[in-house]
């Protein structure tokens, strides 16, 4: 059973609709800007975070002054032991202002299953993702993006997602913020399963964040490290489009994976032109995030000619504003 995106925000009404839409764009009377606005995903900064060359309270002041983005989204594990810091969350919140940019979302990772069919640890789960929330309402985000995962049947992790999720939901409504999956591990890489659960949940501050890059279902790691990630086996590829598609009308934010390119500058997984025609005919007018993972592959030792961290961004950036011309 499915409901249209008309149905869907008709039923945002009693829970503050505002909130519950795509992140709006600061201006969009502009003909001659995309339909979206471009924000910098913090993980294309992946191997400078994790050396310490970047901190969290400098990543907006390199988004803006290096790349001209002023939206960022922050993931949890480069500040995980500040989400509760008063004086550090002021910190980052007062840098952002004096930048004048944009804190669009926090990715949370790490905090426990919001699948897990353990009602005690989903709970858990569910507790421990609730400082983000707070965190995210702080700095004035929109969202927190979160994933969806467990251990047991898809079915089974699903009826504890529907639960566990929803609970946050809940949590997430009561101050106004949205809590999105993003297709990112396990059963969640399947688009009809995650539009099935969002559809379930049935809130509008539930939603998705649809990734161009991960609708391929791997084995699960042996571990939670980033090194065990790279060693999970492909089980199953979904057809992108055909994700992107069925999860947008879902979507309160779409990110933009990128890894390689070709010489004319265009990604050589992904083609962005149809990906943004898919994204405009949903009537998406939200932010579209660049996450671009190619140098922090090669970090990994992953085989390819991939682009520094500073170009792979860039090159992205362009990449998008040219296929934007073309939708």
Not at 3 to 17: D, H, N, P, Y
Not at 129 to 153: E, M, P, Q, S, Y
Not at 182 to 194: A, I, K, R, V
Not at 237 to 245: L, Q
Request: net charge neutral.
């Amino acid at each position: 059973m499915s409901i249209s995106r008309r149905t869907f925000v008709r039923q945002a009404a009693g829970f503050g609709l505002a909130a519950a839409l795509p992140y709006p764009l600061s201006a969009q009377t502009d003909a001659k800007k995309p339909f979206f606005e471009i924000s910098l995903a913090q993980f294309s900064l992946a191997g400078s975070l994790f050396s310490g060359k970047l901190t969290n309270l400098d990543f907006p002041a390199l988004a803006v002054n290096t790349f001209g983005i002023r939206n960022v989204e922050y993931v949890s594990m480069f500040w995980r032991d500040k989400a509760t810091d008063t004086q550090y969350l002021k910190e980052l919140k007062k840098r952002t202002d004096d930048l004048g940019v944009r804190n669009v979302l926090i990715m949370v990772d790490m905090e426990g299953d919001l699948g897990d069919t353990n009602a005690t640890q989903r709970q858990q789960a569910v507790d421990n993702h609730r400082k983000w929330v707070d965190a995210a309402k702080f700095l004035g985000c929109h969202a927190i993006r979160v994933n969806l995962n467990g251990k047991g049947t898809d079915e089974e992790i699903a009826k504890a997602g529907v639960e566990g999720y929803g609970k946050l939901v809940e949590y997430g409504a009561s101050q106004q913020m949205n809590v999105i999956i993003e297709n990112h591990f396990g059963p969640s890489t399947n688009p009809d399963w995650l539009a099935d659960v969002i559809r379930q949940v049935n809130n509008p501050y539930a939603g998705v964040l649809p990734d161009f890059g991960n609708f391929t279902r791997r084995t699960e790691p042996e571990a939670q490290t980033m090194e065990a990630f790279m060693k999970t086996k492909v089980i199953k590829e979904y057809d992108k489009y055909d994700g992107v598609t069925k999860l947008m009308p879902y979507a309160k934010g779409v990110s933009a994976k990128s890894h390689l390119f070709d010489a004319q500058g265009n990604d050589t997984e992904t083609d962005f032109v149809r990906m943004l025609k898919i994204i405009k005919a949903a009537k998406f007018r939200g932010v579209i995030g660049i996450e671009h993972e190619g140098s922090f592959l090669k970090t990994m030792g992953a085989p390819g000619d991939y682009l520094s961290e500073n170009e792979g961004i860039l090159a992205t950036k362009r990449l998008l504003e040219k296929a934007a011309e073309k939708v």
